[in-house]
């Protein structure tokens, strides 16, 4: 008889996800211009003067700051359509029994804060507590609208095209890591200092990559995405898979930001597959890259070319100390085994 297996924490499983996309796919309303597909992390509706781009995600793995967690993932994934993020609705889910007042009031001044960094108008959405729950959780949406000949879609990568990553990674997988994990770095003999530097890379380098993404879209730019889970690796994979198509990347090139490398070292974590909110992946002609790479700098943004767009049937690799490899990819987050 078989058994049914029962699915690990984290994101579904790529080849699953696909399926389930595919088998119940209800497009119903032809200005829909871009439904569920993998890779996609923004819904299009076709408007006569402009596309509405629509994002919804929701925060489980954060406690602190949560609500601007929410804010800050949902508006990457606007931008990253060369939209600009305008109105966020959330539903904030609360565990019974140990929510007060005050921790209700905290999660929602975060939200009004981090909507008014970025000229986000908070318009609606929904709060209760709710049964079996051991922390808050809070589902994002996000709307934004780009001119048409604006829109940026992760399926528009082209064999030749350049990669650029902005910041580094693992910028949230490290301020997950230095909150939620606090008192034992302490024990391990971290000092204060650095537990509250990584902490505060929720806010430096930021989670943030909106700013990014509209400077970059200056220019011609034919594919954004923005990794989150299963960190830069994933990333690359959804890109490739959206746009079907190859691509080649060098480790060495890959800004790996140190603090994260000492916090992922610490957990046994791999950096490239851990959560990278913070970074931005941006696929551009050869001939864009020069003018990209010095208007984020102009900005004080890294941006670094890690690697090139191939055809698909080169595959996904990466180049480490000289030799070419397969691509190690995983929908789950190697964040997932500090909550193990």
Known sequence: MKTKEILPLGKLDFPI???LLKKYETILDPRVALGPK???????????????????????????????????????????????PKWFLSTILLPEGKTTEKEAEKIVAQISQAAKTLGVSVVGGHTEVTYNLDRPIVVGTMLGEVAREKLVSTSGAKPGDAIILTKGVAVEGTTIIAREKREELRQRGYSEEFIRKCQNFLHKPGLSVVRDALLANQFIVHA??????????AGLYEVAQASRVGLLVDKEKI???EESSILCGE??????????????????????????????????????????????????????????EDLDFSAKDEITKIFK
Do not use: C
Not at 49 to 76: C, H, M, S
């Open 224 to 233: 954004m995405h923005d990794p989150t889970e299963g960190g830069l690796s």
């Open 17 to 19: 996800l696909s399926r």
């Open 267 to 324: 957990y046994g974590l791999d950096p490239l597959k851990t959560i990278a909110s913070g970074a931005l992946l941006i696929i551009a002609p050869p001939e864009s890259v020069d003018s990209i790479t010095s208007v984020l700098r102009r900005h004080k943004i890294l941006a670094t070319t890690i690697g090139e767009i191939k055809e698909k049937n080169q595959g996904l690799k990466i180049v480490t100390a000289g030799r070419i």
């Open 38 to 84: 993998l890779g996609e992390d923004a819904a299009v509706i076709e408007f006569p003067d402009r596309y509405l781009v629509v994002k919804t995600d929701p925060i489980t793995f954060a406690t602190e700051e949560i609500g601007w967690y929410a804010v800050q993932v949902n508006a990457n994934d606007i931008a990253t359509t060369g939209a600009v």
């Open 255 to 257: 800004p790996i930001l």
